[in-house]
């Protein structure tokens, strides 16, 4: 069984300040590592992935994530937040063996103050 | 990029009557696409997945007969729910894996607000 925790409900930082949200998983196998965000009343929308070779991944809107084997971890970071990065964010994992099903996890709700 | 066009974002309907969600993959052949419930302030989860010419794989607790899913084609699955309560009152979201994109990345459709009075 896969799985995906989100340690925070929400995360609060400043415009201009780093941000990180926290995301750690657990599979049998390999992973394959997903971040989503989803504005109010939207779907969701892909933000990067993590499949194979540099740790460090960069996606959409200059947010970025580091996989971290040891750790299980997947954290979703961005050296400066901006008032419209305000949003919900999930996390999800894949199994590479699970086909295409994705576990999600609760989801982090990012409030960026001016 | 793959767009996932999902019909219709709002619908109200009055508790007993069924009601039909449209899942469509816009510019690419989605032979499996999924199906998930948000409820609010909550994560996603996992309805079922549709199978494009086969039946739909359903999630532990969720019933087969209350969401029929069909998937005809390989752009089109449906949801219908059927004899609409208040309580599934909810948010729907469908997803569909482009193999182009590689690792499948699934693309969401923008959801179907469902409101049962």
């Known amino acids: 069984a896969q799985s995906v925790a989100q340690p925070e409900d929400q995360v609060n930082v400043a415009e201009g300040n780093p941000l990180t949200v926290k995301c750690t998983y657990s599979?049998?196998?390999?992973?394959?590592l997903f971040w989503y965000v989803q504005y109010p009343n939207r779907g969701l929308q892909f933000l990067l992935k993590?499949?194979?070779?540099?740790?460090l991944v960069k996606g959409s809107y200059g947010f970025e994530a580091e996989f971290n084997k040891s750790q299980t971890s997947f954290h979703l970071k961005k050296p400066s937040a901006l008032v419209s990065d305000s949003a919900l964010y999930f996390c999800a994992v894949r199994d590479r063996s699970a086909g295409n099903m994705l576990t999600f996890g609760g989801g982090t709700r990012l409030m960026v103050k001016p | 990029g793959a767009v996932v066009s999902q019909h219709p974002s709002r619908v109200i309907c009055k508790s007993g009557t069924s009601v039909k969600i449209e899942c469509r993959s816009l510019?690419?052949?989605?032979?499996?696409m999924f199906w998930y419930r948000q409820f609010p302030k909550q994560s996603l989860m996992l309805m079922a997945t549709?199978?494009?010419?086969?039946?739909?794989?359903?999630e532990q607790g969720v019933e087969k007969d209350k969401f029929l899913i069909n998937h005809a084609s390989l752009t089109l699955s449906t949801l219908t729910v059927t004899s609409a309560h208040p309580e599934d009152s909810s948010f729907y979201i469908c997803?569909?894996?482009?193999?182009?994109?590689?690792?499948?990345?699934?693309?969401f459709g923008a959801g179907s607000r469902l409101t049962v009075l």
């Open positions: 993590y499949i194979t070779g540099d740790n």
């Open positions: 997803s569909a894996g482009d193999r182009r994109s590689g690792a499948n990345v699934l693309t």
């Open positions: 549709s199978n494009e010419g086969s039946k739909a794989t359903y």
């Open positions: 599979v049998s196998g390999n992973p394959y």
């Open positions: 510019d690419f052949q989605a032979t499996t």
